[in-house]
């Protein structure tokens, strides 16, 4: 008798399950999606959902229009569920940002009563740890609020009927490689994922977060065993709540999919789309992007002779010599270039690739050139010298390597600290070029990212000079110990090269005056 019992409600309940019909969505953008928006939240025309504007003390909420049935009607067990989005913080000003943003499982659309600021629109002063409220979020809090608790002004943290996380950290997430907490900043503005993910046999709910570049890190940063059920309602909405204060951000979400009772499918990278360009428009987009293009794609040229020379096994000096011989002095004003391009006109394009565009001359049909113009010096004293090339070399070298374009502008990264971050992160390798799965010598690799380093620093005196470049490349000399460069993340020792691109300062790295680390590195030597 028990036995059946027990048998005719596994029966039901497996009824139950199928009879909820999991919920299963994904939105790579929300262009034509049926949310639910309050507040500031809005849907922008290519698709983004902009929870927050730059309004003061205000919310904004996005939810899925219909409710979600989160337990089992028989026992009353919260199912499990796993949810992964894509985010972006872009902070009013580069060092601050408010208040924050929050997934969020609540029994309303959009939080009725719920206050802004550090209350991230999902609580008020008098409902603030009620029991009866029902509400599990997690928050990304970029201002640290110390009547709550906070942690600091850049945490991830699971709530629970309250604002004071039941479990929190800095935002950071474990390496795969080395099994190391890298920190991440949540107003960088750079694309970020999380996973949200609760076993409800487990019992347990895991929070990751992760660049848009990494991979899932296996180790989540949060991990809260705790059965939700008692705080679910069998009906909950999902959705989306952020705040600004007196400070604020644009808090944006370029992709979302949620699925109950299985794993949320994959976002595809690929079809997000794209932030808004930073930063204002200091001078015509030609100087800014096209002008560091075209010198990057005529200093590819100029650099693949001097590859094909060293492969051809001369001697370092001969090498040298016919590189300065060739390709020094050659150096084209922007006048001469917009002649030779017939106006940069699509006439003379040879070819467009991962260095842009490459143009030939009509005149000689000769293309060569420098990339020293990517200097920071050169910006202030626009002069090209043996120093600048090294640097523009520097700048090549990460560009091969890594398979990346110096400055992506759709993505405002810049290309020197994407690599520099890695390799403070212990695991320099993850910038190579995805495209060459296991094909490289870890060594090489390394060393080629640690040359394109050294090279691309922004303090001349700390570039090592060619010769030394093509000895340490031929392994005739040891590369110093780079670690000496190890420094605190606000003084990155690289180029911002923010007078050609976006204007734009990153959570990383707000200056570069840091001479003492650049002498000692190369002291001896040239
Ligand atoms: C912010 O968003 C709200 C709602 O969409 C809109 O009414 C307001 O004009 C926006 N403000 C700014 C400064 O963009
Ligand atoms: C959006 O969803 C709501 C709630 O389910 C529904 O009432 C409304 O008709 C939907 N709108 C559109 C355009 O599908
Ligand atoms: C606080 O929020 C609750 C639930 O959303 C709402 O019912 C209540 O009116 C709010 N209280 C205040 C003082 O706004
Ligand atoms: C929690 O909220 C309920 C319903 O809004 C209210 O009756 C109760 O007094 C609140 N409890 C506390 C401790 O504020
Ligand atoms: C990471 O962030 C934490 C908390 O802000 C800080 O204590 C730690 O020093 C940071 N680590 C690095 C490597 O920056
Ligand atoms: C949560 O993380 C722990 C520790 O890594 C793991 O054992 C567990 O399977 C994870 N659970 C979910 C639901 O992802």
Known sequence: MVFKIVVLVHILSSLAIAASQDLNFIYSGF????????????????????????????????????????????????????????????????????????????????????????HLGLFNGSNNGNQTNHVVAVELD??????????????????????????????????????????????????????????GMEKQLNVT???????????????????????LNSNMYIGFSSSTGSAFSSHYVLGWSFKMNGQAEALDISRLPKLPRLGPKKTSKFLTIGLPVLCLSLFFVAVSSVSYGIRRRRKFAEVLEDWELDFGPQRFKYKDLYIATKGFGDKELLGSGGFGRVYKDPQTTHVVGTLGYLAPEHARTGKATTSTDVFAFGAFLLEVASGRRPIQPAEDVILVDWV???????????????????????????LVLQLGLMCSQSEPAGRPSMRQVVQFLEGDIPLPDISLLRLPKSDLPFSRFDDFAMSYPSSMGKSFSHTSVSESLLSGGR
């Open 31 to 118: 262009r034509s999606t049926n949310l639910s928006l309050d507040g500031l939240a809005q849907l922008t025309s290519n698709g983004l959902l902009r929870l927050t504007n730059e309004t003061r003390q205000q919310t904004g909420h996005a939810f899925y229009p219909n409710p979600v049935t989160f337990k089992n009607s028989i026992d009353g067990s919260a199912f499990t569920f796993s949810s992964t989005f894509v985010f972006a913080i872009r902070p009013g000003y580069a060092t601050l940002g408010g208040h924050g943003m929050a997934f969020v499982i609540a029994p309303t659309r959009g939080l009725p009563g719920s206050l802004p600021s550090q």
């Open 142 to 199: 970029t201002i640290r609020s110390v009547d709550f608790n906070d942690l600091d002004d850049n945490h991830v943290g699971i709530d629970i009927n309250g604002i004071e996380s039941v479990r929190d950290a800095s935002a950071g997430y474990y390496s795969q490689l080395n099994g190391k907490l890298t920190n991440l900043t949540l107003i960088s503005g750079q694309r970020m994922q999380v996973w949200i993910e609760y076993d």
């Open 209 to 231: 977060i992760a660049p848009i570049d990494v991979d899932k890190p296996s180790r989540p940063l949060l991990s809260l065993p705790r059965d939700l059920s008692p705080y």
């Open 420 to 446: 520099f971050a890695r390799w403070l992160g212990g695991e320099i390798l993850e910038a190579r070029d995805p495209n060459l799965g296991t094909e490289y010598v870890a060594e090489e690799m390394e």
